[in-house]
């Protein structure tokens, strides 16, 4: 299950990129209303594959030399692109909403339109970030709430069976059959 679950996670990560590339690629040029939604999509697309790319090599290296300390730790050169990543999403979503029901008809407004396909894609993809950044948030909030109420209980509960299991053992350590009478 946890296989096919990261094959899902996996193949999502790499299929966004490559949609990325397509449209911006495909409408470079039909968005003079959000000249940089295109490039937007365009580059963010190419980094993410060279991210996948470097994290893929990355683990078939340490699967290699089985290095189990440095589990957890990032290259320099994964540290410095997700860093850009995030810069560069920041910069697409400005760009985006600012743009915000952008006009659609390239016949109107003197030539100032973009690409609806291109525009709705581009909106989406950085909105769907948003919520589930939003989502995860929530969920992890809603955890720690619940972890903080529940201690108490859970203490409480822990307390009465170690008093329990001590009383036990008292009443055996009184009553010994070898004893003698």
């Known amino acids: 299950m946890f296989t096919v679950g990261c094959t899902v996670i996996l193949g999502v990560t790499i299929i966004i990129p490559i949609c990325m590339i397509a449209m911006g690629s495909i409408y470079l040029h039909e968005c003079p209303q959000g000249e940089y939604i295109p490039v937007y999509l365009l580059v963010g697309g190419i980094f993410g594959i060279v ?23 990032q290259s320099p050169t994964q540290t410095l692109l997700n860093c850009f990543m995030l810069g560069w999403f920041i910069i697409g979503s400005v760009w985006v909403y600012k743009e915000f029901e952008p006009n659609y008809d390239p016949m109107k407004e003197n030539g100032k339109y973009c690409n609806k396909s291109l525009y709705l894609f581009a909106f989406w993809l950085i909105t769907s970030v948003y919520i589930l950044l939003g989502t995860v948030t929530i969920c992890l909030c809603s955890l720690s709430v619940a972890s903080i109420i529940l201690q108490p209980k859970i203490g409480a509960c822990q307390n009465e069976i170690s008093e329990r299991q001590n009383h036990q053992q008292q009443q055996q350590e009184e009553w010994n059959p070898d004893a003698p009478w």
């Open 51 to 73: 991210k996948q790319l470097l994290h893929l090599s990355a683990r078939v290296r340490k699967r290699e030399e089985e290095r189990e300390e440095e589990h957890l730790r």
